[in-house]
């Protein structure tokens, strides 16, 4: 089974709804992250969270908001999804470590669409 | 000025050969360094990391790490097709919470 999931795979959706991306883990870590990539700008951050109880912007926050439900869960809402938010969503996870050293474990994506 | 700047590539590199990738990053007290792979339409996966001046080697694969001229670059050895991929490199700066990736670059290993 794979230690990092994300649910839904693909979705399409369009301008208006509500959506929400899922992300659990079973590899224990307490870091999560949400990643959106486009092409040619490699992956830029939405929100992190290091528990339960701490969630931290990243440098394109605005349009998402996120849920941190337990340890292995944390979801992406998209409150009112725009076209310029398709892209490939990446959830990560980590465990703190010391002096900077950290791997972050990618789950498989998920492609949206936004019509 | 971007954080982290790759050459977004292409990069081709005939089978055999070294492919050599780099990165520049702006932030001087950044102190930790990764290289990611990642194959069309999948998830990123590290692939190397490195926290202090020099080279670290694991296989193929070697990380050069220069924090006074602020690079980072990734050496493959005896290119494979299977090397095909784009490369991101990652920094951390010092006391920073979060990772800053770079655009990435395509590399083509041509057989």
């Known amino acids: 089974d794979a230690d990092v999931t994300q649910t839904p795979r693909n979705r399409i959706t369009k301008t208006g709804k509500r959506i929400m991306l899922e992300c659990s883990q079973t590899k224990g870590h307490d870091r999560m992250y949400w990643y959106r990539q486009d092409p040619g700008l490699g992956l830029r951050l939405i929100y992190y969270s290091f528990d339960v109880k701490d969630i931290n912007k990243g440098e394109i926050s605005d349009g998402y908001s996120v849920s941190r439900q337990a340890q292995a869960k944390f979801s992406l809402s998209l409150e009112s999804a725009i076209p310029n938010q398709t892209a490939l969503y990446f959830c990560?996870?980590?465990?703190?470590?010391?002096?900077?050293?950290?791997?972050?474990?990618f789950g498989p994506g998920t492609r949206l669409l936004v019509l | 000025q971007k954080e982290v700047e790759q050459n977004s590539g292409p990069l081709s590199v005939p089978e055999g050969a070294i492919a050599s990738l780099n990165c520049t990053y702006s932030d001087r007290g950044s102190q930790s360094f990764f290289w990611y792979r990642q194959y069309s339409g999948k998830s990123p996966e590290l692939i190397m990391s490195i926290y202090s001046n020099g080279d670290k080697e694991d296989g193929r694969f070697t990380a050069q790490l220069n924090k006074a001229s602020q690079y980072v670059s990734l050496l493959i050895r005896d290119s494979q097709p299977s090397d095909s991929a784009t490369y991101l490199c990652?920094?951390?700066?010092?006391?920073?919470?979060?990772?800053?990736f770079g655009q990435g670059t395509r590399l083509t290993i041509n057989p």
């Open positions: 990560a996870t980590s465990w703190t470590q010391g002096r900077g050293q950290e791997t972050q474990y």
């Open positions: 990652a920094v951390r700066a010092q006391g920073a919470q979060k990772l800053v």
